[in-house]
């Protein structure tokens, strides 16, 4: 392209230009005014001053006259895909998994009918979703592990807006309208400030224009954070679309747990009115941690996307204080040191119970209305207010005299549905409190032998376990004492471990019947919760005695605090932190990060389990390197929940709880919204259509791009300045003339 045009001398700054034009023009006006009487030789005069103000002005100005060679290229045009997971959903209305296709494949194919439609221009697609928009491959390699859950576009356009490249003649953005950002419901003022960053024409293309009949679960909100035991509030949403008969929908808030049937947490309705229904649901979940809970509703018939008919959340559920009850046989010297431990923790709430009279006792009175002592309430406690305590600690207690065996199965219960138990040592417990063959043999973290003898009365020092030196839960015994531990007067009888469970001490010289050294601390899990067994009564001896003053009696307190902590999954005594890697979709990869405490080294075994019914758990097993966290990639999972168990080295397993979902939150609202499409192309200029209809599109005008400049100026200034003489000579002249000096 070849091009001439005209300009004044670049030595000018604009001020000065400006005031040579005023001064011009009012040198103009002035003679006109000065002339308009006159009627000889007026005509000349105007026409000589005119040429002289010209001339001076040009002297002044020096024009130039430029030369342009270069060349044309195409108009840079952006096309903005939307890259959420929503458009994974029916473009027709139909089934997933029907025949139909998907409006993420009515997307691609609209992109290639831009590439047609934008031939001459420098087309640029992009994907756009959360933040900055990201290249879309042109070879349809791109897989639905690459979509995300929002649609902000006003972040895509502001990327765009802040980069340094250049700027687009025109943006394109396919989607179905149901965007992230702009916010539905903004004026016209806002919808421009929020997308009108670029300054330029945005036009959009519509992929769907109807709403499929679709009942879904639309939103979930808590009223504040989750406290295990405290009553927390839901609000769900409920939304039906293309004329769905809804009504009245029924809604359940279910919690999934390892090993069990899911356990409802509550059960309402929602009425529809115009689409949309709402119920406020009151759930209270007892553990702390990472809960996973599923809200669902009845489907009315005609809906065709089941898949958003439920959600799976996981919440992270916070302990105000931790809620413990404490049973003991009798009052001993470790039963007496472990309730003031436990009372002296303003973190616990010590609920305690000591049998300090027989069936068997006489105390000498006409009637129980005169003593003091209640009778044990054991069926009020373990009936009707145990899913109330986060623990259940039973100490040297006989589970038949004091007619805890009818019990014993709801306490099994209790702890797959995630509470804490602890079994502590004495004559009467274990195998001596005929705990033997109870169904709380399943939970414990040690077979339970119901022959005698139950327990040995020699003294001993336990040994600390490979497993127990690893452990974050005796760090601080160990450091306190160096390894070493104090004589115990005797022990209980424990058989073998149970599979999965940890010992971390063991005796030097009982054997159990396989052979092995008899466990005397031991860790395990079951379901939901977590369990220890201590078969001895003589951890006193770390808070006050002759071996405990090496420590100032600090020893008592370490051990407890990390046997609590670890029931109670403290995470200052997990080996490790798990974490899911942005989000668990179902049938997308997932990846776990596994981050290790400072010192727990030993290699990683990861298990993978379902929440519910029992299933063949997912095993990964890998040696990680030196220092910094670890990402396990676990595979693409089916919906629903999943438990994920690491053990770092000889340390006991840290657990995560997690949801993972079909479709998610993109799911949650099935339907397009073409109207905000047409209003954010009406309100930067653009143009709005369908996807069948994208040749209506307008073109930029092409980029011009200059090679080549060259300036000459069109007289040397020596020439103006004469001519402009030779000019105000002949108009003083004229004015001679006229009569006017």
């Not at 045009?77 to 959420?84: E, G, H, I």
């Amino acid at each position: 392209m070849n091009a001439s045009s005209w300009a004044l001398t670049d030595d000018l700054s604009l001020p000065v230009v400006v005031f040579l034009a005023i001064a011009a023009f009012a040198t103009v006006v002035m003679l006109l005014v000065e002339v308009r009487r006159r009627e000889r030789y007026g005509a000349l005069i105007v026409l000589t001053g005119v040429m002289g103000v010209f001339l001076l002005v040009a002297a002044v100005a020096r024009p130039v006259r430029v030369a342009t060679r270069g060349s044309v290229v195409g108009p840079r045009v952006v096309v903005l895909v939307d890259s959420s997971r929503r458009l994974l959903l029916p473009a027709d209305g139909s089934e997933i998994g029907a025949a139909g296709r998907t409006r993420r494949q009515v997307a691609l194919d609209t992109v290639e009918s831009l590439r047609a439609h934008f031939s001459d221009a420098r087309l640029g697609v992009y994907g756009f979703g959360e933040g900055q928009p990201l290249p879309l491959p042109s070879d349809g390699t791109e897989t639905s592990a690459e979509l995300v859950t929002e649609s902000d576009l006003v972040a895509a356009l502001s990327h765009l807006s802040q980069s340094a490249a250049e700027r687009p003649r025109a943006v394109v953005v396919v989607s179905d309208g149901r965007l992230s950002r702009p916010f539905d419901g903004a004026d016209d003022v806002s919808l421009r400030q929020a997308v009108g960053a670029l300054g330029v024409p945005i036009h959009t293309v519509r992929l769907v224009e109807d709403a499929p009949r679709d009942a879904s679960v639309r939103g979930v909100r808590a009223a504040g954070a989750a406290v295990a035991h405290q009553e927390l509030a839901l609000t769900i949403e409920i939304g039906c679309s293309a004329g769905l008969d809804c009504g009245v929908v029924p809604v359940t808030v279910r919690e999934l747990r390892h090993g069990v049937e899911p356990g409802v947490l509550a059960a309402g309705v929602a009425k529809v009115e115009d689409g949309v229904g709402k119920v406020e649901l009151r759930i209270t979940l007892d553990r702390a941690g990472a809960r996973v809970v599923e809200v669902a509703i009845d489907a009315p018939e005609g809906d065709t996307i089941a898949e958003n008919d439920s959600r799976t959340l996981t919440f992270s559920v916070a302990r105000e204080r931790v809620r413990i009850l404490h049973i003991a046989g009798r009052p001993t010297y470790d039963v007496r040191e472990l309730r003031r431990w436990l009372k002296s923790d303003e973190s616990i709430d010590l609920v305690a119970f000591f049998i300090l009279r027989t069936e068997t006792d006489n105390p000498r009175v006409r009637s129980d209305d005169e003593l003091a002592l209640i009778p044990f309430p054991v069926d009020e406690l373990f009936e009707e207010h145990l899913p109330s305590f986060d623990a259940v600690l039973l100490q040297d207690i006989d589970a038949v005299q004091y007619k805890l065996d009818p019990h014993l199965p709801r306490v099994a219960r209790y702890v797959e549905a995630g509470g804490g138990l602890i079994m502590v040592g004495g004559p009467t417990a274990f195998g001596g409190g005929r705990y033997g063959g109870t169904a709380l043999g399943r939970v414990v973290p040690v077979a339970i032998p119901d022959d005698p003898p139950a327990a040995d009365t020699l003294e001993f020092v336990p040994e600390y376990t490979e497993a127990g030196r690893a452990t974050p839960v005796l760090k601080a015994l160990l450091s306190l004492f160096d390894g070493a531990l104090p004589k115990m007067a005797g022990s209980n009888t424990l058989g073998p471990p149970r599979p999965g469970a940890l010992v971390l001490w063991e005796h030097p010289n009982r054997r159990t019947r396989d052979g092995s050294k008899m466990p005397v601390l031991a860790l395990g899990e079951a379901g939901d919760g977590r369990t220890i067994a201590l078969g001895v009564d003589g951890t006193h001896q770390l808070g006050f005695s002759e071996f405990a003053s090496r420590a100032a009696g600090r020893g008592y307190g370490a051990l407890w605090d990390g046997l609590v902590g670890w029931l109670m999954r403290d995470p200052r005594y997990e080996a490790a932190r798990i974490e899911v890697v942005g989000e668990c979709i179902a049938g997308s990869p997932t990846r776990l990060r596994l981050t290790r405490l400072p010192g727990a080294k030993g290699d990683v075994e990861l298990e993978l389990d379902r929440l519910g019914k029992t299933s063949a758990p997912i095993v990964k097993k890998l040696t990680p390197p030196e220092s910094g966290p670890v990402e396990i990639d676990v595979g693409a999972l089916e919906a629903g929940g999943y438990t994920a168990r690491a053990r770092v080295g000889a340390s006991p397993p840290t657990r995560q709880d997690f949801a993972c979902e079909r479709g998610g939150e993109a799911w949650s609202d099935s339907r397009p919204d073409a109207n905000r499409l047409v209003r954010i192309a009406a309100v930067t200029g653009g143009v709005s259509v369908d996807q069948d209809d994208v040749a209506a599109l307008p073109s930029p005008e092409p980029t011009t791009v200059a090679a080549e400049r060259h300036v000459s100026p069109v007289l040397p200034p020596w020439a103006w300045s004469a001519m402009a003489a030779l000019a105000l000579g002949a108009h003083w002249v004229a004015r001679r003339r006229g009569g006017l000096v």
